[in-house]
Nanobody, 115 residues
Framework: QVQLVESGGGLVQPGGSLRLSCAAS????????MGWYRQAPGKQRELVAT???????NYADSVKGRFTLSRGNAKNTVYLQMNSLKPEDTAVYYC?????????WGQGTQVTVSS
């Protein structure tokens, strides 16, 4: 089992920045990769950014150049730096940890971009 604890969401004005953190605990040796997904009201959950155990990152086209996913030295924590936020980035952001049989999910953190 892997437990994921997210933090860092909140309300920000358009053009502002936020940093989300996700810390994994438990059977972290089983994690193949980690990342962030988001779900806006009335929409399906979508990929934001992922990082493999080797450190390779992948971003949704909608966030490329604005969001940066990084990993802590212990590799069980990931950070999503979100810059130049837009109202369309408003969503619940979920941390995910991929393992061989599926994925573990965090509880989600709300990000609201509004003036």
């Amino acid at each position: 089992q892997v437990q994921l604890v997210e933090s860092g969401g909140g309300l920000v004005q358009p053009g502002g920045s936020l940093r989300l953190s996700c810390a994994a605990s438990g059977s972290i040796f089983s994690i193949l990769g980690m990342g962030w997904y988001r779900q806006a009201p009335g929409k399906q959950r979508e990929l934001v950014a992922t990082i493999t155990s080797a450190g390779k990152t992948n971003y949704a086209d909608s966030v490329k150049g604005r969001f940066t996913l990084s990993r802590g030295n212990a590799k069980n924590t990931v950070y999503l730096q979100m810059n130049s936020l837009k109202p369309e980035d408003t969503a619940v952001y979920y941390c995910a940890a991929e393992w061989i049989a599926g994925a573990y999910w965090g509880q989600g953190t709300q990000v609201t971009v509004s003036s």
